[in-house]
C-alpha cells in the first residue's frame, strides 16, 4: 500500500522527444479521438469477453490483484497478464518507449490523472466515447470524470480518488489544549502553538512537493492552467487562488513551522507515530497507509474536514488518484474495455474499496455500509463520512498541463528551493512557471503566461 500511495507524490519526467513527435502528430487538430472517434458495440465488448483472449495489464496498485483474480472468475475465457513494470519514472518511460516505438505496449494501463493528458495527447489511448463511455459520466464524482474527459474525448475510467482531508492526532491537541482548526488562519495559530509547547513538534512536515502544491492551489480557488485544444496553453502561477495559498503556506514555511521531513521517508513515519507530526492535508487514500506505516499511532489519530479561508464555507480538492486506460496499441481492445467495464465498475470498485483504496464512483460513496464503517485505527470515527463529504466539496474547474508530468520535475530546482532557505513561496511560483513556459514552447506548444 505504501508504494501505491508514495506514487501520488513521485516526479515523472516526461521525454522531450516524445513530446515533440506528439505535437507533429496532432498537427493543429485536437486530440485524435474526436477527429473519427473508433468503438464497437455492447454486443461486441460481450463476444469478446466470452473468447479466449490474452490481455497485459500494466499497474503498480495492489488493489488490482484481487480485482484481476475476480474478473478472471467471471469471464474464465480472458486471460490477464497482470505486469508491475515499475512506478513512478519506470512505469511512465517504458509507457512513452512503446509509444515511440509503436509496440511493446499493453493492452491497458493505470496512468494517474496528472499523467493522463500527455498520453491522450500523443494518440497514445483510446477515445472511450466509441465503446459507451459517455454514458457513464453519473457513475463517477465530478472531479475524478473530469480528469478522464480531455478535449472532448473520455481516456480513461476513473478507478480511486483523493479528495483532501486534514488527518490529525487527537491526543496531540487534547494535551496541547488545541482546538481542531477549521481555517487556515486557526491552523496556522495551532501550529505556533504547538511549537511554542513543543519545540520538536510540527503541525505538518513540507520540504516541497508539486501534487502538494497544485492541490492546495486548487483548493484556493485557483486555475492556474488553461488549455485550448491539445497544444495552446496559459499558465498563471500568479492567479488569485496561487496568491492566497502562498500568502498563508508562507507563514508556517518562513516561521519554520513545518518539520523539515520528506514524506514517505522513515523519520516522517516515526513523527506519525509518536506525535511529532500532528496533521497531515493529505488525499482520502491515506488511512491505509497510516495504518500499515504508523502502528504506533493506533487509536490516536482522527479525521477532520480541510481548512478553509472561510470559515463555514467548505473547499477541496483533489490529491492523487488515477484510472485505467486502453492503449490504441492493442490488439484486444473490446476485451480490454470489457476488463475496464469490470475493474472500474461496480464489481471492480467495491474489491478496490475492500483493499483499501479510496473509491471514485458514486455508488460506493453513497453505500451506507461504505459510510457507516467504523475504524478502530481512528478510534471508532467514522472517517468516510468525513471523506466523502470532501469528495463533494472538491472545488469544480482545475487542469493539469498537457505536460504536468515534466513540470511537476522540475518542482524542486524552483518552488523547493524557496522552502530550503524558508523564503517566499511566492517567488518560487514565479520561477516555476517560468521554466514550465520555456519548456513547454520549446517541445512546440503555444505557451503564455499571463
Known amino acids: 500500500m505504501k508504494i501505491s500511495h508514495r506514487l501520488r507524490r513521485a516526479a515523472i519526467v516526461v521525454t522531450a522527444g516524445l513530446l515533440v513527435s506528439t505535437l507533429a502528430a496532432c498537427g493543429g487538430s485536437t486530440a485524435k479521438g474526436n477527429a473519427g472517434t473508433e468503438g464497437v458495440s455492447a454486443e461486441e465488448i460481450a463476444t469478446a469477453l466470452q473468447t479466449e483472449t490474452t490481455l497485459t495489464v500494466w499497474g503498480w496498485a495492489p488493489q488490482l490483484e484481487p480485482i ?34 509503436g509496440s511493446g505496449a499493453p493492452d491497458v494501463a493505470q496512468i494517474e490523472y496528472a499523467a ?38 473520455i481516456y480513461a475510467l476513473p478507478q480511486d480518488s483523493g479528495p483532501m482531508a486534514m488527518f490529525y ?9 488545541i482546538e481542531v482548526p477549521a481555517t487556515w488562519d486557526e491552523y496556522i495559530e495551532a501550529g505556533k502553538k504547538l511549537h511554542a509547547a513543543d519545540p520538536k513538534a510540527y503541525i505538518t512536515n513540507d520540504i516541497g ?15 492556474p492552467y488553461k ?28 516561521g519554520k513551522l513545518v518539520a523539515p521531513v520528506a514524506s514517505w521517508s522513515d523519520e516522517w513515519y516515526k513523527g506519525l507515530s509518536d506525535g511529532s507530526i500532528a496533521t497531515l492535508i493529505t488525499g482520502a487514500w491515506m488511512p ?23 470559515k463555514g464555507k467548505s ?16 490488439k484486444n481492445k473490446a476485451a480490454a474495455y470489457g476488463f475496464l467495464q469490470f475493474s472500474n465498475g461496480p464489481e471492480g470498485s467495491k474489491i478496490h474499496a475492500a483493499n483499501g483504496g479510496f473509491p471514485s464512483t458514486t455508488a460506493d460513496l453513497q453505500d451506507p455500509a461504505f459510510l457507516g464503517a467504523e475504524s ?74 499571463k
Open 315 to 330: 473547499a477541496s480538492a483533489e490529491n492523487g488518484g488515477g484510472g485505467d486506460a486502453v492503449l490504441k496499441q492493442s
Open 116 to 153: 493522463l493528458p500527455q498520453f491522450a495527447l500523443s494518440d497514445a489511448l483510446v477515445d472511450l466515447k466509441g465503446y459507451g463511455a459517455g454514458e457513464l459520466q453519473a457513475n463517477y464524482t465530478p472531479s475524478t470524470w473530469g480528469s478522464v474527459n480531455l478535449n472532448g474525448g
Open 376 to 449: 478502530k485505527y481512528f478510534g471508532g470515527q467514522k472517517i468516510n463520512e468525513v471523506l466523502v463529504q470532501a469528495s463533494k466539496d472538491v472545488v469544480p474547474g482545475w487542469s493539469y498541463l498537457p505536460f504536468q508530468t515534466y513540470a511537476n520535475s522540475i518542482f524542486s530546482d524552483t518552488v523547493g528551493q524557496a522552502y530550503g532557505s524558508n523564503s517566499d513561496l511566492n517567488a518560487g511560483l514565479v520561477a516555476w512557471q517560468d521554466a514550465s513556459v520555456k519548456y513547454g514552447n520549446q517541445q512546440g506548444f503555444t505557451v503564455s503566461a
Open 209 to 223: 512537493d508539486a501534487g502538494f502544491t497544485t492541490s492546495m492551489i486548487w483548493q484556493a480557488g485557483g486555475q
Open 169 to 177: 492526532r487527537a491526543d496531540v491537541f487534547e494535551k496541547h489544549g
Open 288 to 310: 491505509a497507509n497510516l495504518e500499515s506505516g504508523a502502528a504506533e499511532g493506533n487509536g490516536k489519530w482522527r479525521v477532520a474536514a480541510m481548512p478553509t479561508y472561510e
Open 68 to 101: 484481476v483474480g475476480a474478473f478472471e472468475a467471471k469471464y474464465p475465457k480472458v486471460k490477464v497478464n497482470l505486469e508491475n513494470v515499475g512506478t513512478g519514472n519506470d512505469h511512465y518511460t517504458k509507457i512513452q518507449n512503446a509509444v515511440k516505438a
Open 227 to 254: 488549455v485550448d485544444g491539445p497544444t495552446t496553453v496559459q499558465i498563471n502561477l500568479q492567479d488569485e487562488g496561487s496568491k492566497t495559498w502562498t500568502q498563508n503556506w508562507n507563514q508556517l514555511v518562513q
